[in-house]
C-alpha cells in the first residue's frame, strides 16, 4: 500500500474518526435546527394554499424530505459497504450500520406520511401502486440489513453480509425514483429536477428544500452518534477505546 | 463450464430423487394451500374465480420458500459445501447450476400442475394458460433470488426466519406482476405487459444471483 | 402570514388529523431517535468500563506458538 | 511451493495463534499437532483459502493464494472434520459425483476399484446411511486412492478407523509424497507415515500461558 | 413426574429462544401468509371479511404444521434423542413436555396474534374474541396430533411431505371446526357446538398422543 | 451384573454376528475390538436396549433388561458416536439441563467444575457452535465427572480428543471401576485403563461369513 493511501485512509481509523465526530455533532444538530425550523416555517406557516389539494397538500413538507432520504441514505449506506467489502476497511461497515436505522426510519415515515396523505387525495390509504410497493420494499430491506447484522455474531462477517444485501437492494432504489416515470401511476411525477425549471411554486419549493435539508442535516448528526458507539462496542479491545473511556471518568 | 453446471445438476437432482420428499413436499405443500382453501372459505363459484390467482401465486410463492432454506443447509452440514467452495471451478457456476437444479425440482412441478388446480377454481381455459405461462417465466426468479437469502442465512442464528424477512420483499413484485398477468386476463385485458416484466425479473434474478450467492457463501464458510 | 387564527391553523381546512397526524409521528420518532441513541451510549459505556475494571484484576495470559523444523526422517 | 509467513489467526475475541511460519516443498509432509481446540483446523482451513487470515500471508508456487484463486484450487485436495458424504446416495455415487464436481474424470470401474480398496467392497450400493461410522469415514477417504493432485490437506483422517484403515491411509499419503507432492495433516494419533520427510509444527493452547514447546518423532 | 415435565420444557423453550427462529418462525410465517392473501386478492372489504376465518385457520394449520419436522429432528440427529429414551422416566412423559413446549412455541403465539391480523380482515369484535378462543382450544390438538406424524416418519426417506400427508387428515376436522365456530359468529349463530367439539378434539389429542409418539420414537431409534 | 447370552445381530440382509455371551462384574470392564462395520456400535445399542436383538437375551442383575425397563435405564449412561451436544446452548447449559433430564441433580458450580476438569475453563459461556471438534468431544464427556451410575457404555469416547483429554477419560474410567461400577467401551486407540480388570470381546468382521466369537483376557 502506497503512502498516499494510507494517508487518504487515516481518517478512515475508527481512532482519528471517533474524535473528530464527537466534535462535529452538535454542529449538525445545530444546522439541522435551523434548517428545520425555517423550512417548517415557510411550509407551515407563510406559503399559500394549494389549489387542488387544499391544506392537506402540506405534509408534502415532511413527506418529500422523509422519502428523498429514505432513498439516499441507502444509496450511502450500500457505498459505505461497497467500499467495506473492496477496501476492508474497519470504518466502512460502521458506517453502513450506523445509517440503516435511521434510513428504515425515514423510510416508515415517507409511508407514514404517504399513507396519511393519500387518505384524503386518492380516498384511500394504500395501493398496490409501483412506488408505494418499491418503497415499502426499501423499508423491509433496511428492516433486513438491521436483522441479519443482528443475528450474525461475529461483526466482520455481519459486515459483508450486511454489505452484500445493501448491494443487491440498490437496485431498488432506481425503481422507487423512476417508477412514476415507467410505469403511469396513481403517485405524482416529479416536481423538482436538475434540468427543467421547477414546476411548483417557488415557496413551495424552498419549504420543501429547506426541510429536506434538516432532514439531510439531523441524518449526518444520528449517524454520527450511532457510529461512535458502535466503535465503542467494537474496538473495546484496543487500547485508545480504554483511554478514550479513561478520561472520561 | 457446461460440464460441472450439469455435474452439479446432475447431482441436485439425483439427491433430490433419492429423497424425494424435496420434489414431492414443495408440491404437495402447494397442493394443500390451495385446496385447503376452499373448505375455509366456502364454495362459492364466482368468489373462487375471483380468488384464484391470488391464491395460486401466493401458494406457489409459500411453497418455494419454504423448500429455500435447505438448498446450502444440507451441503454446508455435511461438508460438501467446503468441497464446491474449493472446486476449481468458479463458485458462481455451481451456484448457478443449483439454481437450476432448486428450480426444476421445486419450481416446475408447480407450473405443471397449476393449471390443474385452476381448474378447481373454475377458471377459463385463456386464464389457465396465462396462469401457467406466469408461472413458468415467474417460478426461475423465485429461485434465484432466494438463492441470495438462502447463502446470506446459512449457518445464522434463526436463519429461516431471516430468510424469509429478506427474500420476501425481493418477492413482492414477482407476486404482483404474476397475479397481475393472470388479474388481467380475467378482466379482458391483456397479460402482455406484466409477462414481460416477470421475464425481464427473472433474467435478471437467475444470471445476477449466482455472483451475490457465491460472495454470501464465501462468507458463511469463513 | 398566512393564516388568520390558531383555530384554522390547526384545523388545515379539514385535513388536520391527517396534516396532524403526519407531523406528531415524524416529531416524535426524530426525538426519539436521539434520545434512545444516547441512553444506548451511556449503557455502553457504564458495561464496559464494569468489563475493564474486571479485567484488570486479572492478567491476560499471551501464547505464543512454536515452529519446530524436524528436518528429514525416515520413519 | 507451500510458503506461509507470519499468519496470524482471531477468533472471537482470542487470538489463537500468530507469528507461524513455515515452507513445505514437494515430498515433504507437515505434520500439525496441538490440543484440542489450539487451532489447527482453523489454520488448515486458511490453508485452503476458506478462512482469511488476519495476518500474514500464504504462497503457492511463490504466489499468494488469494490472487491465484481457481489455479490453486485446482491442486488442492481437503479433506475436513466432516465428511462431505451424502448419507442419501451410495458410496459410489458419492465418490463419483465428487470428482465429478471436482472437474476430474473418474469412471466407474476405478471408483469400485478405490472403494475396494478401502474395504468397502459390498457396500458399494448401500445408502451411506447404513454405514457405520468408520465405514462412512473410508468412504471420504476412498476420494485419496486415485487423487494425483499436488496439495493435500487433510484433518484428522484417522479418526473413527480401524488400525488396518489406518495403515491404508497412512500408505496412501506416503506414496503420493513419494510422487513429490505435498501434505498438511492434524491427528491425535500417533501414526507413522512411511517414507515421509515429516516437519512438525506445534500450535500452543490459547488459553492456558504453558506453551510447550516440546516435540516428538513419530 | 411433574418435575422431569418441566425439565423438558424448560429445555425446549431455552432452545426456542436461543434459536429464536422457531418462535418466530411460526409467528412470521403466519403473519405472512395472512398478509400476503389481501396483495394476491384485491383489498374489497366485504369479501376480504368472508375470507377471514378460512384463510386464518389455515395459515394457522399451515404455520403449526411447518415447524412439526423439527419437533424430534434435532434431537435424533445430534443424539440428544437416545439419551431422552435411555432416561428412567417413561418416555411418553417427555414427549407430552415437548408437545406442551411446541404449543408454547408455535400455538400460543398465533392464538395472541390473530385477533390483531383478525383486524385487517374488517372483523367484527365478537368474531375476534371467538377465532382467539377457537385458536386456543384447537391449537395444542395440532401439536398433539402433529407430534405423532413428527414421530412416525422420524428419519424416514421424504419424511416432510410424509409427515404432511399424515397429519393433514387428522388436522382437517380442527380446521373444519375452528374455521366454523368463527363463521357461525359471523352469521349471528352460536358458537357454542363447534368450540365444544374442537374442545373435544384438543383433550383426546394432547392426552392420547404422547403414548403412540413414544412407541413410534422406540422405533425409529432402533 | 450384565450377562449376555447368545446374543446375534442382523442388519439388513447381514448377519453381524450370533453367539455372543460374556458376563461383566462390578469393577470390570468390556473393551469391545473389531474392525469398522463389524458390529461393535450396534451391540452397545442393544445392551442399551436401544436396539431389539434378533436372537439371545441381555441381563442385568439377573434380570431381562426388556423387563426391567426404567429400573435398568436409571442406572445407565450410554455416550454414542454422536455427540448429543446442542450447538445452540452453551457447554454450561448444555450439561445442566443434560443432567437434568436425565432426574439427576447438578447445581451450576458442580458443572462448572467439571466442565473445567475437562479443560473447558474459559469456554462455559461459548455457543457448543464454536467449540473445536476435540471441544466438543469434551463437553459431552464432561458428563462423566459427576457420572455415578452403575453402567456406562462408551462407544468410541477417544474420537478427536487429544492426547491429554484422552488420558482424563481414561482417568474417569479408572475410578468409576474402582468405584465398583462396570464399563463397556469401544475404541480403535489403544489406551490404558488405570487399574481396569478387563476383559475383552473381538467381533469379526461382518463381510466374511466366519463369524468368530474368540474372547481373550488381557
Ligand atoms: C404510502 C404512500 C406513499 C409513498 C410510499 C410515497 C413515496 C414517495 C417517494 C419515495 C417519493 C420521492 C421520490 C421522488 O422524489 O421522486 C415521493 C415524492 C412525492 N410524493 Fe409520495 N408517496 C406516497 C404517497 C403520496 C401521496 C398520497 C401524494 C400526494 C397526493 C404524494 C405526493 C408526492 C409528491 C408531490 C412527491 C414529490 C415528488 C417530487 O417533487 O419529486 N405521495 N413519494
Ligand atoms: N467466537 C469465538 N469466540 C471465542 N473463541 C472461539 C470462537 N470461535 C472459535 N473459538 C475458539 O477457536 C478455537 C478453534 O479451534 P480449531 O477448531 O481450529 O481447533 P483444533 O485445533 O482443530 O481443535 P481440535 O483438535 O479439537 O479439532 C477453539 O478453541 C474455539 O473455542
Ligand atoms: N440395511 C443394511 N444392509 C446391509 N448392511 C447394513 C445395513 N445396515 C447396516 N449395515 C451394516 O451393519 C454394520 C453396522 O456396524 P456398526 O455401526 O455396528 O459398526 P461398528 O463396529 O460400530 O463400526 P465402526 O468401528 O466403524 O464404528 C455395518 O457394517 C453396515 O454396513
Ligand atoms: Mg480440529
Ligand atoms: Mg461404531
Known amino acids: 500500500m502506497s503512502e498516499r493511501v494510507i494517508n487518504w485512509f487515516k481518517y478512515a481509523s475508527p481512532q482519528t474518526f471517533y474524535p473528530l465526530a464527537g466534535k462535529l455533532i452538535p454542529w449538525f444538530w445545530a444546522l439541522a435546527a435551523i434548517f428545520g425550523l425555517a423550512g417548517l416555517t415557510i411550509g407551515f406557516l407563510l406559503a399559500p394554499t394549494d389549489e387542488q389539494q387544499g391544506e392537506g397538500y402540506r405534509i408534502i413538507f415532511l413527506h418529500v424530505p422523509a422519502s428523498w432520504m429514505s432513498m439516499f441514505i441507502y444509496l450511502v449506506m450500500a457505498f459505505w459497504a461497497g467500499t467495506g467489502l473492496a477496501f476492508n476497511t474497519r470504518l466502512s461497515g460502521m458506517m453502513a450500520s450506523a445509517l440503516a436505522p435511521t434510513g428504515a426510519l425515514f423510510a416508515f415515515l415517507s409511508l407514514w406520511t404517504g399513507a396519511l396523505w393519500g387518505k384524503p387525495m386518492w380516498g384511500t390509504w394504500w395501493v398496490w401502486d409501483a412506488r408505494l410497493t418499491s418503497e415499502l420494499i426499501l423499508l423491509f430491506l433496511y428492516i433486513g440489513f438491521i436483522a441479519l447484522q443482528a443475528a450474525i455474531d461475529d461483526p466482520r462477517r455481519a459486515d459483508k453480509a450486511g454489505a452484500i444485501l445493501a448491494l443487491v437492494g440498490v437496485v431498488n432504489v432506481p425503481i422507487i425514483y423512476f417508477s412514476v416515470k415507467w410505469w403511469n401511476t396513481l403517485h405524482q411525477g416529479a416536481s423538482v429536477s436538475l434540468t427543467k425549471a421547477p414546476s411548483m411554486a417557488a415557496m413551495m419549493l424552498w419549504g420543501m428544500i429547506l426541510c429536506a435539508l434538516g432532514c439531510w442535516m439531523y441524518s449526518i448528526a444520528v449517524a454520527l452518534m450511532r457510529v461512535r458507539t458502535i466503535m465503542l462496542e467494537r474496538e473495546r479491545h484496543t487500547d485508545w477505546v480504554r483511554s478514550v473511556l479513561g478520561e472520561k471518568e | 463450464m457446461l460440464v460441472s453446471i450439469r455435474a452439479v445438476i446432475g447431482r441436485d437432482l439425483r439427491l433430490a430423487m433419492r429423497r424425494q420428499s424435496d420434489i414431492i413436499a414443495a408440491l404437495f405443500f402447494f397442493i394443500i394451500v390451495v385446496s385447503l382453501f376452499p373448505l375455509g372459505v366456502g364454495p362459492e363459484a364466482d368468489q373462487l374465480r375471483r380468488l384464484a390467482p391470488g391464491v395460486l401465486w401466493v401458494a406457489a410463492l409459500l411453497a418455494t420458500m419454504l423448500s429455500l432454506p435447505r438448498l446450502f443447509a444440507d451441503d454446508h452440514r455435511d461438508g460438501t459445501l467446503e468441497q464446491l467452495a474449493l472446486a476449481p471451478q468458479p463458485l458462481a457456476l455451481i451456484v448457478f447450476g443449483k439454481v437450476i437444479a432448486h428450480w426444476l425440482v421445486a419450481g416446475l412441478p408447480l407450473v405443471l400442475l397449476a393449471p390443474v388446480l385452476g381448474i378447481q377454481f373454475d377458471l377459463a381455459n385463456d386464464a389457465l394458460a396465462i396462469l401457467a405461462l406466469s408461472l413458468l417465466i415467474g417460478t426461475p426468479a423465485l429461485s434465484g433470488i432466494g438463492a441470495i437469502g438462502a447463502a446470506l442465512t446459512l449457518g445464522v442464528r434463526g436463519g429461516g426466519v431471516l430468510l424469509s424477512l429478506l427474500v420476501l420483499p425481493l418477492y413482492i413484485p414477482v407476486l404482483i406482476f404474476g397475479a397481475g398477468a393472470v388479474d388481467a386476463t380475467l378482466s379482458g385485458l391483456g397479460a402482455q405487459a406484466h409477462l414481460s416484466l416477470l421475464g425481464a425479473l427473472t433474467l435478471g434474478g437467475v444470471f445476477f444471483a449466482p455472483w451475490p450467492t457465491a460472495a454470501a457463501l464465501r462468507i458463511a464458510l469463513e | 402570514m398566512h393564516w388568520n387564527n390558531v383555530a384554522d391553523f390547526l384545523a388545515m381546512g379539514k385535513h388536520g388529523p391527517y396534516v396532524w397526524g403526519s407531523v406528531i409521528v415524524m416529531a416524535l420518532l426524530m426525538v426519539a431517535e436521539p434520545v434512545l441513541l444516547r441512553r444506548g451510549r451511556k449503557k455502553l459505556i457504564a458495561r464496559l468500563k464494569r468489563q475493564f475494571r474486571v479485567e484488570r484484576s486479572e492478567t491476560p495470559a499471551d501464547s505464543r506458538p512454536m515452529i519446530v523444523p524436524t528436518g528429514r526422517s525416515n520413519t | ?218
Open chain 4, 1 to 218: 511451493m507451500l510458503e506461509v509467513s507470519n499468519l496470524e489467526c482471531v477468533r472471537g475475541e482470542r487470538r489463537l495463534f500468530a507469528g507461524i511460519n513455515f515452507r513445505l516443498d514437494g515430498g515433504e509432509m507437515l505434520y500439525l499437532q496441538g490440543q484440542n481446540g489450539s487451532g489447527k483446523t482453523s489454520l488448515l482451513r486458511m490453508l485452503c483459502g476458506l478462512t482469511p487470515a488476519a495476518g500474514g500471508e500464504i504462497f503457492w508456487r511463490g504466489r499468494p493464494i488469494g490472487q491465484l484463486g481457481e489455479e490453486f484450487r485446482a491442486e488442492l485436495c481437503y479433506l475436513g472434520h466432516q465428511n462431505a458424504i451424502k448419507e442419501e446416495l451410495t458410496p459410489l455415487e458419492n465418490i463419483v459425483s465428487a470428482a465429478r464436481l471436482a472437474q476430474e474424470t473418474l469412471d466407474e470401474d476405478t471408483a469400485v476399484d478405490a472403494l475396494e480398496r478401502v474395504g468397502l467392497r459390498g457396500r458399494e450400493d448401500l445408502a451411506c446411511r447404513y454405514l457405520s461410522q468408520g465405514q462412512k469415514r473410508r468412504a471420504a477417504l476412498s476420494r485419496l486412492v486415485h487423487e494425483r493432485r499436488a496439495l493435500w490437506v487433510l484433518d484428522e483422517p484417522y479418526v473413527a478407523l480401524d488400525k488396518a484403515a489406518v495403515d491404508l491411509v497412512a500408505g496412501l499419503i506416503g506414496a503420493h509424497l513419494q510422487r513429490g507432492g505435498l501434505a498438511v495433516l492434524t491427528t491425535h494419533q500417533p501414526v507413522a507415515v512411511p517414507a515421509a520427510a515429516l516437519r512438525e509444527l506445534w500450535l500452543g493452547n490459547g488459553d492456558a500461558a504453558d506453551v510447550r514447546d516440546s516435540s516428538a518423532r513419530c
